[in-house]
């Protein structure tokens, strides 16, 4: 086997709106498709990174909802308490990421953390319950 590409697909409540929060990361829309419902809010669209891309479900194609918790990372997290999904996102700067979301007010559940496995990542937590895992491999 030969894979080109792996693409999550995270389940969200609204497509329009996850657009809007993955830009305040700094990704872009890719494509949105209405999926049989023209004119009315699109079923399926794309963001995309740097040739990166993860698509977005309403409604389908895996779970989502938040958890109470305010932490998935460090002493007292829960990273069970969500019901989204977890992507990892190898970046070159997580305090740059980091920075940008404190600017645009997203929610940081672990703030930047040299781990013990050697890599440096925080925890961003989409609307849905789905956790963005941001590291860098430590030097």
């Known amino acids: 086997m030969r894979v ?12 329009r709106e996850s657009f809007a929060w993955f830009d305040k990361l700094g990704w872009s829309k890719t494509f ?13 669209g794309g963001v995309g990174c740097d040739g990166e891309e993860i698509f977005l ?39 740059a990421v980091h920075a940008r979301c404190l600017v645009e007010g997203l929610e940081v559940t672990h703030p930047p953390t040299d781990e013990p496995w050697g890599v440096r990542e925080m925890h961003i937590r989409h609307p849905d319950g789905h956790v963005l895992r941001v590291g860098r491999a430590q030097r």
């Open 4 to 15: 080109d590409q792996v693409v999550p697909i995270l389940n969200v409540s609204d497509v």
């Open 32 to 44: 949105e498709w209405d999926a049989g419902d023209p004119g009315g809010p699109p079923g399926f």
């Open 57 to 95: 479900c309403r409604d389908g194609q895996g779970s989502r909802g938040r958890g109470t918790n305010l932490a998935t990372g460090g002493p007292g997290a829960d990273q069970r308490a969500d019901r989204g999904a977890w992507v990892s996102l190898w970046v070159d700067d997580v305090d």
